[in-house]
């Protein structure tokens, strides 16, 4: 059964370690999640962004999909089908769907009408019993034609959003999504310790989790951070497991073109890379 991320998060709060959200794209990626966390003990939210859902067909495949799998599974670990980056639009269509969680990423608009929709969701989700996600400041990089610009958030603004009734809160501090270039100056610490002291309580999300060093994720779990997003490095320990295959020819030894062959390897990496980013978040026998 679906959870909320409530419950996790807060645990994982108390607990200082971080629950980790890794974004799903198809069957195979869902697979290799829900059966890492199962094999781990360890809570785990999927992330849907907008794109993926649309590439699924729609957020009723993934919810139906991820619900039917838990159970043929036999996943017995908190889950949490979670909405990623979701427009006001999305919000309900997921709500509709099934989601246990959303996140309204409201962080374009003025502050004003990021506060007054964010209220609104807040409203739906808890009467329905899920969680919801809230972001102040943008995330940098690009996310399915999403581009922000990677601010430090105004922990006043952050305030302002949390004292909503969000589950959880998503401030920008100099994180980016995909690639760290070359240049980047690395998390604010500073921003997070003033958002953390005007938020109190409230557990924190990281996004753009992939190439974070891991003494800054591990500062950055001691400040607050309770979510840690994680997308680019599961989508790159797939092409590369599934490249090594192919140039090795194994796609045209036997039946190695069977769909169920050709992406077993993908498969594998990306199971490795959700148990690599657990051992470090600390979410490990937590479930
Ligand atoms: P990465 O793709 O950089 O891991 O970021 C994922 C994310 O933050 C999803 O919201």
Redesign the pocket.
Known sequence: MLVSAKEMLEKARDGKYAVG?F?INNLEWTKAVLLTAEELRSPVIL?V?EGAGKYMTGFKTVAAMVKAMMEELKITVPVALHL??GTYDGCYKCIEAGFSSIMFDGSHYPIAENVEKTKELVAVCREKGMSIEAEVGS?G?E?DGVVGAGECADPNECKQIADLGVTMLAAGIGN???KYPENWAGLSFETLAAVKEKVGDMPLVL?????IPEDQIKKAISLGVAKI?????CQISFAEATRAYIEAGKDQQGKGYDPRKLLLPGTEAIKATVKEKMELFGSIGKA
């Open positions: 959200q974004n992330g962004s990623d980056h995330i990089g996310e980016i999504h995909g996004h753009g989790g992939t190439g997003n994680v997308n680019t490095e």
